[in-house]
């Protein structure tokens, strides 16, 4: 008989908040785009060695019936599971393409589908259905406070908490959300205290895994 775990309540709120506004307009992208954002994020899967990604710089910027162009669902595949290969020049070249507002926003999306999608599939929990998309334009509004402090894209200037909790604050809301699961599957109220008691791993282990995970990822926090 197999058996599923259920996420605890904080973890499937946020989950629930986060997958409700993927198919609403965004800043940048309509909701049908960002559910084709979705769509390509849950389809992309790491490529043999011998199956090199598409150059970005040669696929086509014009759409072919669907909401989303060849170059931007390349682009949604490179960022969902080879995101080290994206060095700043490309990110420029891309910014310069598509601007780094919607660049984020796609990032951000991205990162919340595979998010929830691995929590689920870590838990032997069928994988959501993706939402209907909903009609509206984005609202095209940019969040205030941005500026160059070093990264590929602007980001927030002031920030309080781990560097890493601004990589995509150029998304707004979307990155709010993303830092919201972040916070709810990796310590939920706990990430200020150093000392875990109360779980089957001690913080110092969380800390080698996402040290690991992060090093295999090749992400450059």
């Known amino acids: 008989m197999t058996h599923t775990l259920q996420p605890n309540d904080f973890v499937l709120e ?12 965004g800043a940048q992208w309509a ?17 043999p060695l011998w199956d090199r ?3 970005l710089a040669e696929l086509s910027r014009e759409h072919s019936g669907g909401e989303l162009s ?35 926003e796609l990032a ?5 589908v595979v998010s929830i999608d691995h929590h689920a599939a870590a838990l032997g929990n069928e994988l959501r259905p993706l939402p209907a998309a909903e009609a509206g334009a984005p609202h095209r ?24 909790r601004r990589s995509l604050s ?19 109220s706990q990430f200020g205290e150093m000392v875990w008691t109360d779980r089957a791993l001690t913080r110092p282990q969380v800390e080698l895994l996402a040290a690991r995970t992060s090093a295999l990822n090749e992400c450059f926090y």
């Open 14 to 25: 946020v989950s629930d908040a986060a997958w409700a506004e993927l198919g609403r307009p």
């Open 31 to 47: 909701g049908a785009q960002r559910v084709a954002i979705a769509a390509a994020a849950r389809a992309a899967s790491p490529r």
């Open 53 to 55: 990604a598409p150059d």
């Open 70 to 104: 060849p170059f931007v669902a390349a682009l949604v595949e490179r960022v969902a599971v080879e995101p080290s290969s994206l060095t700043r020049d490309h990110v420029h070249a891309i910014t310069d393409e598509i601007g780094d507002a919607a660049y984020a």
């Open 108 to 112: 951000s999306i991205v990162t919340q």
């Open 141 to 164: 509004r940019r969040p205030e406070g941005l500026a160059d402090v070093g990264g590929h894209i602007e980001m927030t200037e002031v920030i309080e908490g781990p560097n890493v």
């Open 170 to 188: 150029l998304a707004g809301a979307d990155h709010e959300r993303w830092m919201m699961l972040v916070f709810a599957m990796y310590s939920g």
